[in-house]
């Protein structure tokens, strides 16, 4: 009977796939993540108010010195089931490790959400697949080192009533997903707010009223799992990267001493630039210094990198340093980036396993938090 009920439901599942795959496609291309301008700067203005006024109502305020309280920032796992639709398999490893390196030094990890993926799998089956990523991430939790966010993916964390009892089975302390957190680094003449959110503030859809995000997290999510569909934007559209990223900054760079960090378009961004747009200015430099061996090395990464991303902010000559984007731990090569900040420096980092020696730590770029400061006209 058992097997005759799950043929039945298998077939009424292709007739609806067939039928509604165009159109629920449609609606998520449509309709999905349509942000503007000024409803970007209204959520993150508000939300950045919030906890600097009310620390723990929206979100920690945690005051550190970035040369001895070392921080550690990932985004956007998408932990699933283990099946062919889980983008995170492939770099579970990659993050044990990383979590392992940082959690031995003492690192505070801030996790930007999306972690788990629940527009396409339901919870209990992700956890029951994820048990080793979530005692890696509970020793944290133990040195009450650990905040987790929640994200569009994982509006679960932050709808249900029944969260924060999930939470601490999980954590074996109370715990609840937050909405955004600031990170207050202290320096030797200033501070900067590293003011870190998902990264889908703005988007009606995912952040509008109490009725779309109740939609989001209860039906339109559960459609999409029973169906098979992944819509997964904006982390699989390159004209909504550019969107996102483009409102992020723009917000950032008017504000005063502070730099936003997100991530929910699955794209690294450091000092505001794109992998793709720093390499044009290493290219003007190396054209500068006449160094033909950079240049041509340089001239043979840029194709590469457009395929991937193929859009230049034509401002990026003279951006201002403070938008950075953490990137994601669901590359499809197995690798994951993050934001370290540590040592008085912020670093674009990433886990990569290329040989048998197993995973390493790669920094992609840094800067010293006392140059950051003063670029940012702190």
């Not at 919870?123 to 048990?131: E, S, T, W």
């Not at 160094?291 to 859009?311: C, N, S, T």
Request: charged share 25%; net charge negative; glycine share 6%.
């Amino acid at each position: 009977m058992r097997a005759f009920l799950l043929s039945l439901l298998n077939a009424l599942r292709r007739v609806l796939q067939f039928l509604l795959k165009k159109p629920v496609t449609w609606l998520a291309d449509r309709f999905g993540s349509a942000p503007k301008q000024e409803n970007v700067d209204k959520a993150l203005t508000e939300l950045y108010h919030s906890i600097a006024q009310e620390p723990g109502k929206k979100g920690p305020l945690y005051a550190f010195r970035p040369d001895e309280h070392p921080v550690i920032i990932f985004t956007d796992l998408h932990k699933g089931t283990r099946d062919g639709a889980d983008d995170f398999a492939i770099c579970e490893e990659n993050y044990l490790a990383a979590l392992s390196y940082y959690n031995d030094r003492n690192y505070y990890y801030l996790n930007l959400g999306d972690s788990e993926e629940l527009w396409e799998n339901i919870l209990p089956n992700v956890i029951r697949f994820n048990k080793k990523t979530f005692a890696a991430e509970r020793n944290f939790a133990e040195r009450r080192a650990f905040v987790k966010l929640f994200g569009n993916h994982d509006l679960y964390w932050g709808n249900d009533p029944l969260a924060p009892t999930v939470l601490k089975s999980l954590y074996d302390r109370p715990m609840k997903a937050n909405t955004g957190a600031i990170l207050r680094a202290q320096l030797p003449d200033s501070e900067i707010d590293f003011f870190c959110t998902h990264g889908h503030q703005g988007d009606a859809q995912s952040d509008g009223n109490a009725f779309s995000k109740w939609f989001v997290s209860y039906i339109w999510g559960p459609a999409q799992a029973f169906l098979e569909i992944s819509t997964n934007s904006p982390s699989c559209n390159d004209n909504r990267k550019t969107l996102h990223n483009q409102y992020m900054y723009e917000w950032s760079a008017r504000q005063s001493n502070l730099v936003l960090v997100t991530g929910h378009t699955h794209q690294p961004v450091f000092n505001s630039l794109t992998h793709l747009e720093r390499l044009y200015l290493d290219l003007e430099e190396a054209r500068a210094n006449n160094d033909k061996a950079a240049e041509e090395k340089i001239m043979a990464e840029i194709p590469r990198r457009r395929r991937e991303y193929d859009y230049v902010n034509q401002r990026f000559r003279d951006m201002k340093p403070s938008y950075f984007n953490a990137g994601c731990c669901c590359f499809e090569d197995g690798n994951i980036t993050g934001i370290e900040i540590s040592e008085g420096y912020i670093r674009l980092v990433k886990w990569t396993k290329k040989d048998s020696d197993g995973p390493r730590r790669e920094v992609a770029e840094e800067i010293h938090l006392v140059e950051l400061s003063r670029r940012l006209g702190g």
